[in-house]
């Protein structure tokens, strides 16, 4: 059997499998229309891309059967929804654990561990290393600078702090004060985001003094002359980013076992 990760291949039968770990464009290329298998993903990236082929949504750490393999999605906190992979090949008794983009945030054993523990049964890892040479480290904030930031540029503003959908990794960084959030969806968001970012920020609990707004990503040109305060990663405001600093990395290096080979991967897609 033939699976995929984050990637539609060219060709596909009935029995293709493809697994996505987040809706992110550069995780979902490929022919969409013309793919004949099925697509294993979460409930919420299965909202977010309502993709025009045959999905079966899973929930986290829910066993999906074939007669080969067995797949559990992992939660790993890049953006909502997103996942990690674990795989089990029956024909060879192999596990295959992949962490798909993620950060650890907070550099600790029992941050770090309560991840791996989900890869313990795993013989090869293959783990996201998209920022590990050192010249990334000062240029990518903490969790908590980040927070900081963010909660003063929102408390400083009279008008909305606009942020595109693709940086709905972003609930991570109000957990807590949540609740002190005013949230609404511009206009130019679709009809499928209008009925999921609800989800993701309830209205009855962002009813708070501080603005935020989301809007689609290509609007924001005319958008953004008319606030006072914006966040966007590529305009250079402040930049926020969900994968690990080389040192967050090297920290959840040294806490994986050492029976599982490690596989670095930053963008590469695995194929089996």
């Known amino acids: 059997m033939l699976y995929y990760v984050d990637r539609f291949p060219k060709q596909s039968t009935v029995d293709t499998l493809v697994i996505i770990t987040h809706h992110h464009h550069d995780h979902i290329q490929g022919p969409k229309k013309s793919f004949k298998g099925t697509v294993l993903t979460s409930h919420t990236t ?11 949504p899973l929930d986290y750490y829910e066993a999906y059967q074939t007669p080969l393999l067995t797949i559990k999605l992992v939660p790993n906190h890049h953006c909502a929804g997103s996942v990690g992979i674990v795989i089990h090949d029956k024909s060879t008794s192999q596990t295959i654990g992949y962490t798909g983009d993620f950060r650890i945030w907070d550099k600790t054993p029992s941050a770090v561990d309560d991840f791996l523990q989900h890869f313990q049964e795993c013989h090869i890892l293959h783990y996201d290393d998209s920022f590990k040479d050192h010249q990334h480290q000062s240029a990518i904030p903490t969790l908590a600078e980040t927070r900081q930031h963010l909660q003063r540029v929102i408390r400083s503003s009279t ?42 920020y309830p209205p009855e609990t962002c009813h708070g003094p501080y603005k935020i707004s989301f809007c689609h990503d290509k609007t924001l040109a005319d958008i953004i002359p008319q606030c006072t305060a ?43």
């Open 46 to 56: 299965h909202r977010l891309l309502n993709l025009p082929c045959t999905v079966t």
């Open 159 to 200: 008008k909305p702090l606009y942020i595109d959908i693709n940086r709905t990794g972003l609930e991570i960084l109000f957990k807590g004060w949540r609740h002190q959030l005013s949230v609404s969806f511009h206009e130019s968001l679709s009809p499928t985001m209008k009925q999921v970012l609800p989800l993701l």
């Open 230 to 272: 914006c966040y966007l990663q590529e305009c250079g405001k402040f930049p926020i980013c969900f994968h690990n600093t080389p040192d967050e990395l090297a920290y959840f290096l040294s806490r994986v076992p050492s029976h599982i080979k490690l596989v670095p991967c930053g963008y590469s897609i695995l194929k089996r």
